[in-house]
């Protein structure tokens, strides 16, 4: 499994899927086996056979966290986004220090208009020394849903100052300043309207394609599971 794991990662299809095909002369109905043949297949866009060959393997290990990762990207990518969720939620349960489980499930919680249920699962990442990028600009996505423009703005600062050569970061943290006092107005004269949740709403678009370039240095990380993302 190593070696396959390691040609699909090098994104040398052929030659993994010459291993798979070794592992399932070998082991053909293992719970390994069956998981190099959904990641080879999805790596091929066909996420309905991928999700049947990861359920599967999952029979046979269900709490694997990689497999709960892949299970989770299929989900996320066909838009069910709350069965992407519970994956990603229980990935980070099994192994709580999984930089990637992490942000699978933020990402996740965010597509679902969960902001808060956000920030809960980035707190370990954002306590570390060494913020994963996508982890800061994810907090900002959250912050500014949350109508919390000054919390944004620090979040995308923070990755601004990482990554000062990048211009979309730098246009986050700009506008992030934007609606704060917008936002500090709404807050005190119009409390519970959920007007200043709509100002973040509305600015937080601005904001994808940033935490999509702040994720670059991520996104190989990311991709252990399933080498896909």
Sequence with gaps: MARFEALLQARQLERARAAQVEMAKALPEHPQTRFAA??????????????????????????????????????????????????????????????TARLLHARSTLALGQPAKTLSSLQPLLDRENV??????????????????????????????????????????????RPAKRVARVSSSAAGTGRSARVGEKACGAFMAAELAASGGQRQGARGPSTLE
């Design 38 to 99: 959904a990641q080879l297949t999805l790596s091929q866009g066909q996420r309905a056979q991928a999700r049947e060959q990861v359920g599967l393997a999952m029979r046979g290990q269900p709490d694997q966290p990689r497999m709960l990762l892949v299970a989770g990207i299929i989900e996320l990518r066909d838009g069910k986004l709350g069965q992407a969720e519970a994956f990603f939620a229980k990935a980070s349960r099994l192994v709580p220090s999984d930089a």
């Design 132 to 177: 994963p990028l996508a982890a800061l600009t994810l907090a900002g996505r959250a912050h500014l849903l949350l109508g919390q423009a000054g919390a944004a703005h620090q979040r995308f600062e923070q990755a601004r100052q990482r990554r000062p050569e990048n211009s979309l970061l730098r246009t986050a943290s700009a506008v992030a300043q």
